[in-house]
């Protein structure tokens, strides 16, 4: 069983469509979230970081937490064709030196906003 | 502000041979990491360095090495390379003791034949 499990989709929308991403772990020592985003042939960008349970609302992004279930959410609201990429959700413990920069990926969701 | 840097963006190899890939980290970011990205996959963690000194490593065999600069500029070096090593090798940099947040190039996308 993968540390972090997330849904490969592919997941394709219309345009102004909400978008849920979703990932489930196992390991209960994470307590750093985070949600990267990965165009084509780019290298991934941090979209969301989120410490501990609970929620955190970016514009349009909204990251959720729950550490009793070990699950997390990304909630995209009015999808634009520009949102189209895949969504990697990542975790770490950040504890100790090395964690700090050793991060846990799902393996992606590829998002497909269409007009 | 330059971003994180990787050469070569693309390189073919046949298995057997051996591969340098380059980084050049954020400005005023002393910590690099490396990650593999098979296709269809989520990055996975090779090792990290910090002042110079790999500061933790993944599950990746000892033909996996690296080097980190006095600038934090580094190097991802693997040896006798087999097929399964064809992926995307992400370089990135961040600030020590920044908990996740990490700044990630565009990748040097290698093929083994």
């Known amino acids: 069983q993968k540390e972090v499990e997330q849904d490969p989709g592919p997941l394709s929308v219309p345009e102004g469509a909400i978008v849920s991403l979703n990932c489930t772990y196992s390991n209960s020592a994470f307590q750093y979230f985070m949600w990267y985003r990965q165009y084509s042939r780019k290298g991934p960008e941090l979209l969301m970081y989120?410490?501990?349970?609970g929620n955190k609302e970016d514009g349009r992004f909204t990251a959720q937490v729950d550490k009793s279930s070990k699950y997390i959410s990304l909630f995209i609201r009015d999808s634009q064709p520009s949102d189209s990429a895949t969504y990697l959700c990542?975790?770490?413990?950040?504890?100790?030196?090395?964690?700090?920069?050793?991060?846990?990926f799902g393996q992606g969701t590829i998002l497909t906003v269409h007009p | 502000e330059t971003g994180v840097t990787q050469s070569p963006t693309h390189l073919i190899k046949t298995r057997g041979q051996q591969v340098t890939l380059r980084c050049s980290s954020q400005s005023g970011h002393n910590t690099v990491s490396w990650y593999q990205q098979a296709l269809g996959q989520g990055p996975q963690f090779i090792f990290q360095?910090?002042?110079?000194?790999?500061?933790g490593r993944g599950n990746f065999p000892p033909r996996f090495s690296g080097l980190q600069f006095p600038n934090y500029s580094s190097e991802l070096n693997v040896n006798a390379l087999e097929l399964d090593d064809s992926a995307l090798y992400l370089c990135?940099?961040?600030?020590?003791?920044?908990?996740?947040?990490?700044?990630f190039g565009e990748g040097s996308r290698l093929t083994v034949l």
């Open positions: 360095y910090y002042r110079e000194e790999e500061n």
């Open positions: 990542a975790m770490t413990s950040g504890v100790g030196g090395t964690s700090y920069g050793k991060l846990t």
């Open positions: 989120t410490y501990s349970s």
């Open positions: 990135a940099s961040s600030l020590p003791r920044d908990t996740g947040e990490l700044f």
